[in-house]
T-cell receptor
Framework: NAGVTQTPKFQVLKTGQSMTLQCAQD?????MSWYRQDPGMGLRLIHY???????DQGEVPNGYNVSRSTTEDFPLRLLSAAPSQTSVYFC??????????????FGEGSRLTVL | DAKTTQPNSMESNEEEPVHLPCNHS???????IHWYRQLPSQGPEYVIH???SNVNNRMASLAIAEDRKSSTLILHRATLRDAAVYYC???????????FGTGTSLTVIP
């Protein structure tokens, strides 16, 4: 069982470039989400999905797009990267969307630097 | 949005118990309290969660105040591998959004 797999682990972009952070899980989880972690800020939710074809915004969605065409994959797209998007990005999934329960499984993170 | 407040840092001696506090005065009746921890250069990992009653598992215990406005994560015997940032999180009514604060950085002293 691979769990939650994120690629790439490291990426350097120039301002204005686009890229996609990939996230895949092999646990048949319905719920998937993306967080960003900045120094001193903790983790903040960007977007989440409760199933294939369903996505919604989190706390800090601006500048990011997501889609969920399959249960396994939940890519995060930066259409025009900005230095403010320099951060560590974590993908997380959960088997359950039942209220209050269901632990999140996190990937190892993707460190993005925008110059 | 339900939020939590935790001390920025705490220290503990190895093999002693650790009590990590969390305040969540705006908690709603249906919010679950979750705890996660993040070791250096890793993603957060689940520790424990609860609603009203105290909870125990192999990693830790969770003590929830009667009014639910605060909780305490208890590590019974701290080890060096427990050095991490611990996050107290409320899961909202829909179960879809987790709000992480800045967490408590735990240092374990040998």
């Amino acid at each position: 069982n691979a769990g939650v797999t994120q690629t790439p682990k490291f990426q350097v972009l120039k301002t204005g470039q686009s890229m996609t952070l990939q996230c895949a899980q092999d646990m048949n989880h319905e719920y998937m989400s993306w967080y960003r972690q900045d120094p001193g800020m903790g983790l903040r939710l960007i977007h989440y999905s409760v199933g294939a074809g369903i996505t919604d915004q989190g706390e800090v969605p601006n500048g990011y797009n997501v889609s969920r065409s399959t249960t396994e994959d939940f890519p995060l797209r930066l259409l025009s990267a900005a230095p403010s998007q320099t951060s560590v990005y974590f993908c997380a999934s959960s088997y359950s969307i039942i209220r209050g329960t269901g632990e999140l499984f996190f990937g190892e993170g993707s460190r993005l630097t925008v110059l | 949005d339900a939020k939590t407040t935790q001390p920025n840092s705490m220290e503990s001696n190895e093999e002693e118990p650790v009590h990590l506090p969390c305040n969540h005065s705006t908690i709603s009746g249906t919010d679950y309290i979750h705890w996660y921890r993040q070791l250096p250069s890793q993603g957060p990992e689940y520790v424990i969660h609860g609603l009203t009653s105290n909870v125990n598992n192999r990693m830790a215990s969770l003590a929830i105040a009667e009014d639910r406005k605060s909780s305490t994560l208890i590590l019974h015997r701290a080890t060096l591998r427990d050095a991490a940032v611990y996050y107290c999180i409320l899961r909202d009514d829909t179960g879809n959004q987790f709000y992480f604060g800045t967490g408590t950085s735990l240092t374990v002293i040998p």
